[in-house]
């Protein structure tokens, strides 16, 4: 077992796959000298890449041992919801951090995400008080009960992108963010963002349950947690902006993406509504009554 899993997701990401590993491996190798209790792994896991992301990949396996790093290979491509699921399921970390390929969130911000979750998750009251007020330690300790999810978040960077991305982005992100108000929920303000820490039971009763498999599978998430009575917390990260989208290649691309990502909303929205997607509580039970959420403004 490891106290943390990184998941990433990549399809084709040869070129900007390092920008993401070797900050990483730089950070947690980092906290093991540390904190020699804490211990990592990352799981890449290549979604029917047809350049050399897993090539790559086993090159960081050959640096690195395979106790740090693990190449999960997808033949086809399934989809970055799919890819992140057989990660997630596969993982041996008692927290799971899903993290996009090209690196464009800070992987420092995995500590504001601890900490939030450690703050809001269920079962935290079984950790020794000595330990909360350290989240690594409050980690290491805590029992596998613990229910959580904390979702970083780029909303208080949206004033400040606006200047400096191009202005068809703009225009995709505002009209995600109406779609995922309007049809699905209010709770989380950046339900796209891929950076995203889970508790390792959170993980297991939700992406065992996910349907999407696609770019809106967080949409689902979100609807997952608050189904299921999961806390959730949203906390700001840094981020920036990398060239090379896989979603958006091209303007036509703004088109066509924004009307799958249409139809799945509604397609979320749809099949919980009519029971047709019925989620299974977990352990015998729903976890709250309600989901509080706690927001951490940058």
């Not at 780029?154 to 049809?183: D, P």
């Not at 709770?187 to 508790?199: R, S, V």
């Amino acid at each position: 077992t490891r106290l943390l899993t990184v998941v990433v997701p990549a399809y084709n990401e040869e070129a900007r796959l390092h920008l993401m590993l070797d900050p990483a491996i730089r950070f947690f190798e980092a906290k093991k000298v540390k904190d020699p209790s804490f211990s990592y792994e990352i799981i890449v896991v290549d979604d029917g890449s047809t350049d050399g992301t897993g090539s790559l990949v086993m090159r960081y396996v050959e640096a690195w041992g395979s106790d740090i790093i693990r190449l999960l290979a997808l033949r086809p491509n399934q989809g970055k919801g799919a890819a992140i699921r057989k990660g997630m399921l596969v993982g041996r970390g008692k927290f799971m951090l899903m993290a996009d390929a090209d690196g464009a969130t800070e992987i420092e911000g995995f500590d504001d995400l601890m900490s939030a979750l450690m703050a809001t998750a269920t079962g935290r009251h079984e950790i020794p008080e000595a330990s909360t007020g350290s989240p690594s330690k409050a980690a290491v300790l805590a029992p596998p009960s613990l229910l959580g999810v904390s979702f970083g978040s780029r909303a208080h960077l949206e004033a400040a992108s606006r200047a400096t991305r191009a202005f068809y982005r703009t225009v995709l992100m505002k009209g995600m963010h109406l779609c995922v108000a309007l049809l699905c929920t209010t709770a989380i303000q950046d339900t796209q963002c891929g950076f995203k820490l889970f508790t390792r039971r959170a993980a297991r009763a939700l992406f065992s349950q996910l349907h999407l498999e696609r770019w809106a599978f967080d949409v689902e998430l979100v609807a997952l947690c608050q189904k299921l009575g999961v806390p959730m917390s949203e906390v700001g990260v840094d981020w920036k902006e990398v060239d090379g989208s896989k979603l958006i290649q091209s303007k036509i691309d703004i088109i066509t993406a924004s009307l799958s990502m249409l139809r799945d909303m509604l397609c979320v929205r749809l099949c919980y509504l009519l029971r047709i997607w019925k989620p299974t509580a977990i352990d015998g039970e729903f976890a709250l009554l309600s989901t509080p959420l706690s927001q951490k403004a940058d």
